[in-house]
């Protein structure tokens, strides 16, 4: 089965997640330092090919009341910009409070801030593929 990549696209840097084999768990894989949109596009697809993904979820950030902020016009452009020069499948899949989830899971109260894009990415693919797997079996 391919693979399939997740992504937690911020101002400094990508955090990703890809997949198990069998599609059904999302792991941290990496942190990419975000340069512009088309290296970044180029980073992700290269990535992409070399782990056999065929399809991309991107956390889109909504406003909690639902609307389209500039961040997430950004991240729709890029989104674009990725389906258009790589020919990937790629959606959005909202993320809201995924970072928190994220930063709650990995510091524990009073340590220093670490590095979550890669987690927070894991959050995103997580969500996307139980809602996946919920409209298979009917539970949707």
């Known amino acids: 089965m391919e693979r399939i990549l997740g992504l937690d696209v911020g ?3 990508i955090g990703v997640a890809i997949s198990t084999p069998e599609g059904g768990l999302a792991i941290p894989f990496r942190i990419i330092e975000a ?3 088309e ?3 180029q980073a992700i697809i290269h990535l992409a090919r070399s782990e056999n993904a065929s399809l ?3 956390g889109h950030p909504i ?3 639902g609307t389209a ?3 997430a016009r950004k991240i729709e452009a890029f989104a674009k910009v990725l389906r258009e020069t790589s020919g990937l499948r790629v959606e959005l899949c909202d993320e809201r409070l995924s970072t928190v989830q994220a930063r709650r899971a990995q510091s524990p109260a009073g340590k220093r801030q670490v590095r979550v894009d890669d ?3 894991s959050i995103i693919l997580q969500s996307y593929l139980d809602r996946q797997r919920a409209e298979q079996t009917g539970a949707a």
């Open 11 to 13: 101002e400094r840097r």
């Open 35 to 37: 340069q512009d949109e």
């Open 39 to 41: 290296a970044d596009a």
């Open 56 to 58: 991309v979820i991107i």
């Open 63 to 65: 406003s909690m009341d």
């Open 69 to 71: 902020g500039p961040q």
């Open 119 to 121: 987690v927070a990415a």
